[in-house]
């Protein structure tokens, strides 16, 4: 049964020159919804699986940006504004900070997708990334079905003005033998090299244009690259070249670029530890530890390895699960790693963004990850104190401080904070920061990546201030559920392919729980898309997590049929309730 789509409601409008922007006014054009928030690095995948959607069917395809943010900075007004900029979003964006259009659509899941038609109902829905071949599909039966009667040419995108600044949204930084510093400017596609006052630059590395482009230093191609490693030798600095899903390497004596390991092709498959790929997915930042190279790949929240003079790229540490889990690294959880730092007495230290939380990985015999600070996908906030009790908000770097205790960039509290192992305290070194996505020690000094503001700054290293902040969670209403709920996952494949089949059961189901005791039967993994739970009501609340995939190859025309795998976790507020719904339903992909 066709659903009316309802109205588009929220604070405002980015892109659109100032004007709203109304369903009923975009009758006759086919319209895709994306619930995004800029904190999630699948919502940035999904941004750059519809810019191809926007080139081909701009004639009559409007694709609205539904800003729902998970954490409290990403409701600032400010900070979506510059978000949209940062991810070089082309179209129009609501700011939706109360959840309004979200809780309309009933979605439950970053990023989800909906399919308007011309005449305003919705014809699909869609969770998680990888549905850009599915998306064009169901466009194309949609023009051919309405043909004539499709609105052209009438897109209510504006861009907005063009910004000047020397820098633009830098991530991370790395000190240079010779005493300069390289930056690499995301937003630009470029690395700039830095004289020690911080402004005056020596040179540029890339040309500036989005690309994957190897070769001398102005024809070299970036795409919103990342991390920064100098090798041991010296003599070559690699780059997390993160849209690019591939680690480059820099010639430090002419700035030649060459690519180290990733195509331009981004990783969709799992990979377990041990594992190796010639492919990646979202490498964010690098660290030299233990001999090697370690790659913070947030796409699959796992850290990898990575040989530098051949390339392989083999997983360390992570399940693929989103999540906050300790354990062997054949069963650790991370959700989005984003910074690392090696310290002297051999520990990994990891900004491990999603969950707010910093971990470490040991090394040696019997090593295994554990957290320092952060409790989960879902608590965030900025408090100091005990490590038990104290909570960040999404940070991105970390590095080491002369006596051994852990700065971390504290990105969406604006801070930056100190995790002191000897004591097991948190505390704050700096506020007031814009969006610290970085942090270099440099003498007595730290060199912070003020990656909002366009810059970066020197601060002291001060002992730190205790700061009695406020605990947060996500925002969004609880579903009310019985005590018995058959979960049912909702999944399509697009029109051409078909569930592969071939080696049993193409999918996998898994269902856990904060607090584990709310969930008395129906957890763990299997395959299916169907699941009996049983909640505890003496438990009451708390969140049910919800991970799937599915696997489906393109029907064979010519003896070979290229294969996808579809993948979404959801976090779900539930409430129990005796009378309450008997039923969970979430849409993979449904049409």
Known sequence: MKVRAPELRGRRWLNTGGEDVTLAGLRGRIVVLDFWTFCCVNCLHALDELRPLEAEFGDVLTIIGVHSPKFLHEADPAAVEAAVERYDVTHPVLDDPELTTWDAYAARAWPTLAVIDPD???????????????????????????????????????????????????????????????????????????????????????????????????????????????LPSGDAVLVADTVNHAVRRVDLA????????G??????????????????????????????????????????????????????????????????????????????????DGTLWVADSEISALRRVGDGPGAAVATAVGQGLFEFGHHDGPAAQALLQHPLGVTVLPDGSVAVADTYNGAVRRFDPATNLVSTLAEGLAEPSDLLVDGETLVVVESAAHRLVRLPVPAGSLVSGDAHVVRRTPTALAPGVALRIGFAPPTGQHLDDRYGDPTSLTVAADPPSLLLSGGGTATGLTRELRLDPGVGAGVLQVAVTAAACDDPSDGFAACHRYQQDWGIPVEVSPGASTGLDLDLRSV
């Open 120 to 230: 305003g109902f919705v014809v699909a829905r869609m969770a998680g990334e990888g549905h850009g071949p599915g998306l064009a599909a169901l466009v194309r039966e949609l023009v051919g079905t309405h043909g004539d009667r499709l609105r052209r040419g009438d897109d209510p995108y504006v861009p907005p003005p063009a910004p000047d600044t020397a820098l633009r949204f830098p991530g991370k930084v790395v000190a240079l033998p010779g005493g300069t510093f390289l930056v690499s400017d995301t937003a630009h596609h470029q690395l700039v090299e830095l004289e020690p006052d911080l402004g005056t630059e020596v040179r540029r590395i890339g040309s500036g244009e989005r690309g994957l482009t190897d070769g001398a230093t102005a024809a070299a191609r970036f795409s919103e690259p990342q991390g920064l490693l100098v």
């Open 254 to 261: 002419d700035g030649t670029v060459s690519t180290l390991v």
């Open 263 to 344: 195509t331009g092709e981004q990783l969709r498959e799992r990979v377990a530890v041990g594992g190796a790929s010639a492919l990646l997915s979202s490498p964010w930042d690098l660290a030299w530890w233990g001999g090697t190279v370690v790659v913070a790949m947030a796409g699959p929240h796992q850290l990898w390895t990575l040989d530098p003079a051949t390339g392989e790229a083999r997983v360390l540490a992570g399940t693929t699960n989103e999540g906050l889990r300790d354990g062997a690294f054949d069963e650790a959880f991370f959700a989005q790693p984003s910074g690392l730092a090696a310290g002297p």
